[in-house]
């Protein structure tokens, strides 16, 4: 790893923005490597769809390339991030709409899985989160795919620490009972 590579690796969210506004590339590619995921598992928090949440993660981030200009520092890099996401997502949420008149009750929970996890687990983990409301579902998505921080979680999700915490452990409990007996 060259210096400056480390260096990078050090900055906060802010500073690479503001490098990113100036042109540097390995800026880009050191905030694209640390929130990727993060971004990813938000858009997938909201979408439900594994397609979707890949083509929102990568408008985030060519939105970010070209419109990194336009942020101002105020060390809120990663909460101007994800209101990007937050945005692309509802406007894909909106355009799927006009296409596809699908009841929100209908819609899949879909999770990310590894090609050889057992189908059946699968299905049974899909139906378990199904007993999640929407802000639980996204507060487990977030924390479980991205190992996001719960501090990091409240700040997106315009919540107190307190209440995605307790939703968080709710949520777990529900889907512990719903999954008793299944596996």
Do not use: Y
């Given at each position: 790893m060259s210096e400056r590579e480390d260096i990078l690796l050090r900055e906060s969210e802010?500073?690479?923005?503001?490098?990113?506004?100036?042109?540097?590339?390995?800026?880009?590619?050191?905030?694209y490597s640390r929130m990727h995921r993060a971004v990813f598992a938000y858009s997938l928090s909201l979408l439900k769809n594994k397609e979707d949440a890949e083509?929102?993660?990568?408008?985030?981030?060519?939105?970010?390339?070209?419109?990194?200009h336009l942020y101002r520092p105020q060390?809120?890099?990663?909460?101007?991030?994800?209101?990007?996401?937050?945005?692309?997502?509802?406007?894909k949420?909106?355009?799927?709409?006009?296409?596809?008149?699908?009841?929100?009750?209908?819609?899949?929970?879909?999770l990310v899985f590894e090609p050889d996890t057992d189908i059946s687990l699968r299905l049974t983990?899909?139906?378990?989160m199904k007993v999640l409301n929407e802000q639980d579902h996204q507060i487990i998505v977030l924390h479980a795919l991205s190992d996001m921080r719960f501090r990091d979680i409240a700040r997106i999700m315009e919540m107190p620490l307190a209440?995605?915490?307790s939703k968080y452990h709710r949520g777990l409990k529900k889907l512990r009972k719903e999954l008793e007996g299944r596996i």
């Open positions: 802010d500073a690479l923005l503001q490098r990113i506004a100036a042109g540097d590339s390995e800026a880009f590619a050191c905030l083509e929102v993660m990568q408008d985030c981030f060519l939105k970010i390339r070209s419109a990194a060390g809120k890099g990663q909460a101007w991030i994800f209101t990007i996401a937050r945005n692309l997502s509802r406007m949420l909106r355009e799927r709409q006009k296409t596809v008149h699908v009841p929100a009750e209908d819609m899949d929970h879909k983990l899909e139906t378990a209440t995605v915490l």
